[in-house]
């Protein structure tokens, strides 16, 4: 049972990542799969700060700190990246839609699966 | 039928991922306790003596690993270039005299 | 974009976009400091281009001059890390820290109550990436702004 509730964030984690594959799999929105992919994106920027907790220890950060110890600062340096990485690509796909949604009239992801005509 | 097997499949990969996060304690490092840690040790000891600054996420990104900066201000720019593309000849539409 | 807020969000938007603009400026310039740096004070300055968005609705096309900020800023990231290369080590590295002039004071060593004209290249670099995200964001904004426009909607 402890262990269950110590192991709390990475189950969010797991639920955030699942929601995000049940979005994908199921909506037929363009905008909500989008939706999706950024609720992947946020479980996994979840996985990477919360692998760098030790409990008890302060912020990487040396000006005023509350003591010595300190989290692993590695990996909060990669998810900035990826919180960056992946609003580009987020506002990437948006305008796609909008193309999309200007050419074919629809943001329907049926109606849109053939690309000629 | 079809959404019900790719249900069951999410449901499965879930609880894949549940056990996989509740049995990371132990030897293997879970949450609260990492394992592999000396790399990140050596940024806390040294960034102060080689970069002078006090925030080290800042120092890693833009010292020890500012080639992962570099790319992902690359990835920013080609991702406003192909929005810039993308949108470039949108019109307004002739709104008739509704607004 | 032919929408216009009532005049006291407007007010509002007056008064309000030169405090978000300093406190980006602060997140960036103290980026070596405090919790913050380049990408985080460049959204803040970007949400403030979004606030005008909002309220005004109507704007003239800066688009020419955001793409000059963002590939200045791109430039001059490149040209700080090509500069470690041949005046330090390798690139990236760090070879105005600790030797004096523009940012090159000492920190003592741990615990320290923090000193701005510290930390050689970073600050700069901090700065650099501010431009680019800044301009960068805005930019999206600002042509996500005017294809809206251009989308026929169902009422």
Known sequence: MNQWVIALPFITVALLISLGLYTILFKRNLIKMIMGLAIIQNGVNLFLVSLAYREGYAAPIWTSAPGEDMVLPTSHA???????????TTALM?????????HKGSVDSFKNRRCRE | MRKLVAFLAIMIIFAFLVITAVELRGDDGGFGEPVNTEMDEYFL?????????NNIVTAILFDYRGLDTLGEATVLFAAVSGVLTVLRKMKPVKRGGKR | M???????????????????????????????????????GGAVIASSTALLIIAYGSF????ADLSSIESIGLTLFIILALLGLFLGATMFHNYSA?????????????INPGYINTGGTVPLMNIMVGLEVAAAL???????GKASDSVEVEA
């Open chain 1, 78 to 88: 990669l998810t900035l990246t990826s919180i960056v990485i992946g609003l580009a």
């Open chain 1, 94 to 102: 948006l305008s796609f839609v909008i193309m999309l949604k200007k």
């Open chain 2, 45 to 53: 000891e040294n960034s102060q003596s080689h970069n002078q600054v």
């Open chain 3, 2 to 40: 032919n929408w216009e807020m009532s005049k006291i969000v407007r007010t509002v938007t007056d008064i309000m976009v030169v405090p978000i603009i300093v406190y980006g400026i602060y997140l960036i310039v103290h980026g070596h400091l405090t919790p913050g740096g380049g990408f985080q």
């Open chain 3, 60 to 63: 003239r096309d800066h688009k």
């Open chain 3, 98 to 110: 600790g030797t004096g002039g523009l940012f090159g004071g000492t920190v003592p060593q741990g």
């Open chain 3, 138 to 144: 805005s930019l999206i904004l600002l042509m996500m």
